[in-house]
């Protein structure tokens, strides 16, 4: 069990602030039961099999410094030798998936070692990647207190409605002339330019840098998703080849990266160093950005450059597609039920006064319970990390009588358990209507405590970015019915929208979402 001294996650202790609504807002009571009980749901213990324990962890407060990235014990050598496979169990009931990510989460919450993730995450000292230890924990308290807590989500928010706003100018241009817009694209370019506004506030525009980093999040997204490559083509990976074009790859992708990222710190340091006698150094309550918050937190925790750029980078890796994806997968939705478009329009524009042009955050408050069952439908049904992120179990453990060896990747699928018609009416079908008052589903939502909807995981690992990741695309979905009604390109039937996917870092849909925006009569 886990043992008291552990610093609880961060997420559950995130304070309420204002009017911003933390997606996994639990009670620390709640969280320490949820900790030291199995679910009476969970499956029990098979009798006879050896209860697996973690190895226990000395009783001590966590030091206040990042102690130094811990390195993965099946990494590769010098000479590229192929990592240790590791066996699989896969979880595709929510029922599995409560045994791995509640009971046996404190097992299951390592990550298994990637070769490109060690080359261009630093070691890897990011959050995403890192494997289950002191470093992870305390990286994971950085991050969730000073860069994505739901105060800092919520002081972003200015931020976020101008980025919003300048798309919402795009389209009107194309909507003046009759033009078709690809979806799809504009929505990308708006995610990695909150995520570059996020990281380094309005600097990012100079030098075309936001395309920049728009190439490089291209490129090296693959290179993440490949995991253990290894472990697909064990014939190859036995005489190094794919290890060796992986590590290639990496260490080009890498240097692009760290010399544009130490660029851009040295920047933030003489600003920083200019200001830093008339602020604060907390910075967390201001509307920073995160290069500068982790420059006014690098001596408390000793952050060192290259954990400093692991931990950014993961605000490129872990932000930019998935929210992208999401967007467009729910706007491919609506285009295909007029219905659903219409409703979502209505509750919406009743919502902004008149004469407003824009949705702001304000306007959704608490007050749009139909914009958020779409957004949940969305995520039910196409899930954009529909396997998580692997977890790795760090010792062995048992569940329903089978013994979980250390090592093992436990793969959760999202995506079969939230299409599976034992749990979920018409399965197959986009309907929101089950995620509000009254409906059959009404009752579930983001913040991992139902296993039947897992969107952003669930447990240790799950998603650092979820309050972030909400705010974003309900901002978003929001301005674009309100601002828009939207039509498909002559000659193309909305029924027949290709809705095929595509796998990589996150999954998205394969054909371009190509839609007419018009100007709506009011
Ligand atoms: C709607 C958009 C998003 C979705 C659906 C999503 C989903 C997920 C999922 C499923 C995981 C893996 C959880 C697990 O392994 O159990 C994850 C991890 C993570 N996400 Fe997100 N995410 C989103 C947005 C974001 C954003 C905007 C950020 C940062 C700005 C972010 C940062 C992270 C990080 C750092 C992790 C790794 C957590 C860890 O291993 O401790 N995510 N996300």
Redesign the pocket.
């Known amino acids: 069990m886990v043992p008291a001294s552990l610093p609880s996650d961060p997420l559950t202790r995130t304070p309420r602030i204002g009017k911003a609504v933390p997606y996994c807002q639990e009670s620390d009571g709640a969280a320490a039961r949820r900790r030291r009980e199995p679910s009476p749901s969970s499956p029990s213990f098979a009798s006879g099999a050896a209860r697996a324990r973690p190895p226990p962890t000395p009783r001590r407060l966590p030091p206040a410094r990042l102690p130094p990235a811990p390195r993965h014990e099946a990494r590769a050598g010098p000479h590229d030798a192929p990592p240790r496979r590791h066996a699989r169990a896969r979880a595709s009931s929510p029922r599995a998936a409560e045994a791995v990510?509640r009971t046996h989460d404190h097992v299951f919450a390592s990550?298994a070692h990637s070769l490109a993730a060690e080359i261009i995450l630093y070691g890897p000292s990011?959050?995403?990647f890192a494997p289950h230890g002191e470093y992870?924990r305390q990286a994971?308290k950085l991050?969730t207190t000073h860069l994505?807590s739901s105060m800092k989500v919520q002081a972003f928010s200015l931020a976020r409605e101008e980025e919003v706003g300048m798309v919402m100018a795009r389209i009107r241009e194309a909507a003046a002339v009759g033009a078709e817009v690809d979806v799809g694209d504009l929505l990308r370019s708006f995610t990695n330019d909150l995520?570059c506004r996020?990281v380094m506030d309005k600097s990012f525009r100079s030098e075309g840098r936001n395309r920049l980093f728009r190439e490089l999040v291209a490129e090296t997204s693959p290179l993440l998703a490949g995991f253990n490559v290894e472990e697909l083509f064990p014939f190859l990976a036995r005489f190094g080849v794919l290890s060796k074009m992986v590590r290639a790859k990496s260490e080009r992708v890498k240097r692009r990266w760290d010399e544009l990222l130490d660029r851009l710190i040295q920047d933030h340091e003489h600003k920083y160093d200019e200001q830093h006698d008339d602020t604060s150094a907390s910075g967390d309550t201001r509307d920073d950005d995160f290069i500068h918050v982790l420059l006014s937190v690098r001596d408390e925790y000793g952050l060192t450059r290259d954990q400093m750029k692991a931990l950014l980078l993961?605000?490129f890796f872990?932000?930019i597609e998935?929210?992208a994806a999401?967007l467009d997968f729910t706007m491919a939705e609506l285009m295909r039920w007029p219905r659903i478009m219409k409703k979502l329009q209505a509750e919406v524009r009743t919502r902004v006064p008149e004469g407003q042009e824009f949705v702001t955050e304000a306007d959704l408050t608490d007050n749009t319970p139909y914009l958020i069952a779409v957004i949940k439908e969305s995520?039910r049904l196409h899930a954009?990390?529909p396997l998580?992120?692997p977890?790795m179990s760090m010792a062995s453990c048992s569940i329903d009588g089978y013994t979980i060896p250390a090592g093992t990747q436990a793969v959760?699928n999202?995506r079969a358990i939230g299409r599976d018609g034992r749990f979920w009416e018409d399965a197959e079908e986009f309907v929101p209507e089950r995620f509000v008052d009254g409906g059959s589903a009404a009752h579930l939502n983001v913040s991992g405590n139902d296993f039947q909807f897992?969107?952003?995981?669930?447990?240790?690992?799950?998603?650092?970015?979820?309050n972030?990741?909400?705010a974003?695309?309900q901002l978003m979905l929001a301005n674009l019915v309100h601002c828009f009604d939207w039509e498909m390109p002559e000659g193309e039937d909305r029924r027949h929208l290709d809705m095929s996917e595509m796998f990589g870092l996150v999954v998205r849909r394969k054909e371009k979402l190509l839609l007419v925006p018009k100007l709506p009569r009011l």
């Open positions: 990510l990550r990011d959050i995403g992870w994971r991050v994505l995520a996020a993961d605000v872990g932000g998935s929210l999401v995520l954009v990390t998580l992120a977890h959760i999202t897992l969107p952003f995981g669930s447990g240790r690992r799950m998603c650092a970015g979820i972030f990741g909400m974003t695309v």
